[in-house]
């Protein structure tokens, strides 16, 4: 039986990295509220995007367990991993939504996007991209049902992601 290796899985998060990568966020659908919902794995959309930002840091780690340790971060769950200069087989990818992207929305599902094309002519360093503002969507890369979140423009909102390959 052939076995996917750690030089492959290093291999595929370099070409990942090296890709552009959108955080999309949505509306979902007001039902959710009420019961949580499963996500599936065949999607290709969000059911109600309302803009996407382009990633803000793009960089390998690696497992950590030492909280001391130096460069190391915590993500959603606990985990602890330290940033590196090497291809490895995980890529931390962080998201900083602006005061403004999305005020006042109701947010209930997250995306990520790979290979996310925009209109050509946007300003130059524009990072948030409405659905009007892309010409291709790219491919959805993970999915993620959260309960409602009603988007305040009184803050950023950061979300961290360590992709495993």
């Known amino acids: 039986m052939a076995v996917l290796q750690d030089q492959g899985r290093t291999e595929l998060a370099e070409l990942i990295k090296n890709r552009p990568l959108h955080l999309a966020w949505g509306r979902g659908l007001a039902a959710w509220d ?8 065949t999607a290709t959309a969000l059911v109600d995007e309302i803009g996407r930002r382009v990633a803000s840091q793009k960089q390998f780690v690696v497992p950590e367990t030492d909280p001391n340790a130096p460069n190391t971060i915590r993500v959603p769950g606990g985990d602890l991993y330290r940033i590196v200069n090497t291809p490895s087989r995980w890529v931390l990818v962080e998201f900083v939504f602006d005061y403004g992207d999305g005020a006042g929305q109701d947010i209930r599902e997250l995306g990520l996007f790979v290979g996310t094309e925009v209109t ?16 291709a969507p790219g491919r959805l890369y993970m999915l993620d049902h959260i309960p409602r979140l009603i988007r305040s423009g009184a803050t950023e909102q950061v979300y961290r992601y360590v992709l495993p390959f």
Not at 34 to 41: F, G, H, K, N, Q
Not at 126 to 133: D, H, I, K, L, S
């Open 34 to 41: 009420a019961a949580p919902t499963s996500e599936t794995i």
């Open 120 to 135: 050509a002519g946007l300003p130059a360093g524009q990072r948030y991209f409405t659905p009007a503002q892309i010409t």
